[in-house]
């Protein structure tokens, strides 16, 4: 698609708005219609519904109550919503793959109608709360790129080919950086943000925490030390899990972390660029809770509290790694950095901070509405947009999620 605007662009928050739009529509191109339209299980959405989702937020929450909007279909109020209780009903989750009409095509053109309608009412001036509104809007869809290529990868590895999203050169596999640690002082620290720049509300508010002296590795744990975990019976081994992560080992038969297998006696993984040789150098991937705390129990350490990663974070000298490159879709290899390549699961519970306050009305339902039976992630990983990682930033996942980029970091006393 490509959108044709009535006036140049002339503010930076335009020139943002075009920006991230464009890179969700470029992140679709690797998919077929056909693709964009399939779902391959309930956590996962199709590429069509992420598309048009992120347009119904700036209906919804910016264009309706500006006045004067004329909806593209009013059908897709229903139909895109995803969890806006005060919005009303919505079409199930489960289920949006079944919602073969509108197609790809017409989800385009829905995207070019809101498009024009906002970059109008930006040109016109915004208040305030309408700013505010544009912004969540655009990392709201930041947040939908990278699920677009997360669940597009789920679908894909359902294939009994494994397809590729991009041609992806096989790359080298040079040895890993050893293993190193590094010493955080205790004490009394501040952690949250700050209010300076964008942040979601449960990054708030800012508060002390007390720490007691830790070391934390100074890279996140690699593919090959995930084999010596595997060849030490590592998901054979119940002493090693929590009580729920050993249920989930024998319910869902987990020997490996997501997409790996073995072809010919060698270890290869399911990525964008298809099925590719396992690097040992890359930082292990799509392993869910239950394993990291598994894997970190091995090793005789355990994993971060949210608090430890954010207060170690802020003194890494080369703190990015690999962020969202639409011709990579894959990590880098592991590094001394803390945001990039994959989200590290710490071992905090996804909590409101002391003082939390969801703001009113649907917008308020953003975050707070999860806050159970869900664990924090730090970081950001290789499909996280650049400009939408922080330190402060706190990603959630259900304990035995591993469709996510996620990994690991150790920590110890």
């Known amino acids: ?11 930076p928050l335009l020139a943002r708005f075009l920006d991230v739009r464009a890179l969700t529509e470029r992140l679709a191109t690797r998919l077929s219609p056909e693709d964009q339209t399939a779902q391959s299980m309930p956590d996962a959405s199709p590429t069509k519904w992420h598309r048009a989702h992120t347009s119904w937020f700036f209906e919804e929450f910016l264009l309706d109550p500006a006045g004067g909007y004329r909806p593209f279909d009013p059908t897709f109020r229903y139909l895109f919503n995803s969890y806006y ?18 197609s790809a095509a017409e989800v385009g053109r829905y995207r070019e109608h809101v498009e024009q309608a906002v970059i109008a009412l930006i040109q016109s001036g915004l208040g305030q709360a309408q700013v505010g509104i544009v912004e969540l809007g655009l990392n709201h869809e930041q947040q939908h790129q990278e699920l677009l290529v997360m669940d597009a990868l789920h679908l894909l590895s359902c294939h009994p080919f494994g397809p590729a999203m991009i041609d992806r050169p096989v790359e080298d596999d040079p040895d890993p950086v050893p293993l190193t640690w590094r010493a955080i002082t205790g004490g009394l620290y501040e952690i949250g943000h700050d209010g300076v720049g964008f942040a979601y509300d449960n990054e708030g508010p800012r508060h002390t925490v007390h720490l007691v002296p830790f070391e934390i590795a100074q890279r996140a744990v690699t593919n ?11 998901y054979a081994r119940p002493e090693l899990w929590l009580s729920d992560g050993w249920a989930a080992v024998q319910q869902h038969g987990w020997q490996v972390p997501g997409y790996w297998q073995q072809q010919d006696g060698q270890w290869v993984a ?6 590719r040789p396992l690097r040992r150098a890359e930082p292990v991937c799509h392993v869910s809770f239950y394993e990291a705390d598994a894997y970190a129990r091995w ?3 355990r ?20 962020l969202l490159d639409p011709d990579r879709l894959h990590p880098g290899l592991t590094g001394r950095h803390m945001l990039g390549d994959v989200w590290e699961w710490t071992s905090s519970a996804y909590l409101a901070y002391p003082g939390f306050r969801p703001v009113e009305g649907a917008v308020g339902e953003y975050n707070g509405k999860f806050m159970s039976d869900q664990h924090v ?25 591993r469709w996510a980029f996620a990994g690991l970091r150790l920590a110890r006393p």
């Not at 090959?224 to 595997?230: G, R, S, V, Y």
């Not at 994993?303 to 690999?322: M, N, S, Y």
């Open 85 to 102: 209780e005060a919005v009303g009903p919505r079409h199930p989750r489960p289920q949006r793959g079944l919602v073969t009409r509108p």
């Open 303 to 322: 994993l971060p509290t949210e608090a430890e990663w954010e207060v170690a974070a802020r003194d890494v000298a080369e703190l990015r790694g690999q």
């Open 1 to 11: 698609m490509t959108l044709t605007l009535k006036t140049p662009a002339t503010s």
């Open 299 to 301: 090793a005789g350490a």
């Open 270 to 275: 399911f990525g964008s660029g298809g099925v």
């Open 224 to 234: 090959e030390d995930w084999l010596a975990f595997i060849a030490d019976g590592g």
């Open 377 to 401: 992630l730090r970081g950001a990983s290789c499909v996280t947009p650049a400009g939408h990682e922080r330190l402060t930033y706190r990603n959630f996942y259900p304990a035995a999620a």
